[in-house]
C-alpha cells in the first residue's frame, strides 16, 4: 500500500522556520516527482513547490520564491520543504504529492498527481 506521511509542522512566529519531510512507504519514489500543496482556511488548495525525481529541477510558487526550497533524499524516500521567513499567510495545511513515474502535465497542478499525503498544520503568528 502506497502511503505518504508528513511531519514537521507545528506552531512558529513570523519569522521563524520550519522543515517538513514526507516520508512514502510502499514502493520506491525515486523516479516520482514529488510536490509540496497548502490549503488555508477558507481557501482552495494551491501549489507550493515541486522536485524532479532525481532533484535536478524544482519548481516554486512566485508567493514562496527566496523563503522555501524544496528538496529530497531517494535513499530515504523523503521529501523535505525548508520553510524560512514564514509570515501569518503561510498558516496552512501543507500536503505532499507523488507522480506516477514519467507522467507529464504541469507541476503546478494538482491532477498532475497520483498519491496524496493527509496534511500537516502549519501556524505562523504575527
Known amino acids: 500500500q502506497v502511503q505518504l506521511v508528513e511531519s514537521g509542522g507545528g506552531l512558529v512566529q513570523a519569522g521563524g522556520s520550519l522543515r517538513l519531510s514526507c516520508a512514502a512507504s510502499?514502493?520506491?519514489?525515486?523516479?516520482?516527482?514529488m510536490g509540496w500543496f497548502r490549503q488555508a482556511p477558507g481557501k482552495e488548495r494551491e501549489f507550493v513547490a515541486a522536485i524532479s525525481w532525481s532533484g535536478g529541477r524544482t519548481y516554486s510558487a512566485d508567493s514562496v520564491k527566496g523563503r522555501f526550497t524544496v528538496s529530497r533524499d531517494n535513499a530515504k524516500n523523503t521529501m523535505y520543504l525548508q520553510m524560512n521567513s514564514l509570515k501569518p499567510e503561510d498558516t496552512a495545511v501543507y500536503y505532499c504529492a507523488a507522480r506516477l513515474p514519467f507522467k507529464g502535465g504541469n507541476w503546478n497542478e494538482e491532477r498532475s498527481y497520483d498519491y496524496w499525503g493527509q496534511g500537516t498544520q502549519v501556524t505562523v503568528s504575527s
Open positions: 510502499g514502493r520506491s519514489f525515486s523516479n516520482n516527482g
